[in-house]
């Protein structure tokens, strides 16, 4: 269910209040929500997530991405709550694993990644940056 980006990272589909401890078996020290509350019926309302979270000693973080699409205050969000992850490794969700990852991606753009390695690493774990790489070329190449 979780999918590996990075050594760092993992994207998942919508997770349960059971899966945060997985995730805590997984060393993971923050759980990022990049689901708007309400987007659907069967979803786990974000603060049963953050209760579960605060259970087993994770961190967690709201980043609601809307299909709307993506903005630099949402990057830069998730750029301090990385920042502020420390060593431990993060899981991000939202409804499938996509937004989390394109945020991800963006994020690590912003910050000088590569675009063709994010791209690499994105579709490693069965996700495509196409959509957004643009942007991402954009963001590198300012960081640069």
């Known amino acids: ?4 980006i990075t050594d760092s990272l993992y994207a998942a589909p919508q997770i ?12 993971v ?18 603060d049963e997530i953050a ?11 709201a980043i609601p991405v809307t299909h709307a699409g ?3 205050a949402q990057v830069e969000a998730l750029e301090a709550a990385l920042a502020g992850a420390g060593d431990a490794p993060v899981l991000a969700y939202c409804r499938s694993g ?5 945020l991800w991606a963006l994020t690590t753009a912003k910050a000088g990644g590569n675009p063709d390695e994010i791209a690499a690493r994105a579709s490693a774990a069965g996700y ?5 790489r643009p942007q991402l070329d954009i963001l590198s190449a300012q960081a640069g």
């Open 1 to 4: 269910m979780f999918r590996k």
């Open 51 to 61: 209760a579960a979270a605060a259970a087993h000693g994770i961190a967690y973080v």
């Open 29 to 46: 020290g923050l759980i990022v929500n990049n689901r708007p509350e309400g987007e659907s019926a069967d979803q786990t309302p974000g």
């Open 16 to 27: 349960t209040v059971a899966e945060v401890a997985e995730a805590h078996a997984l060393g």
């Open 128 to 132: 495509d940056v196409s959509p957004i």
């Open 70 to 72: 993506f903005s630099i």
């Open 98 to 102: 996509t937004r989390s990852t394109l």
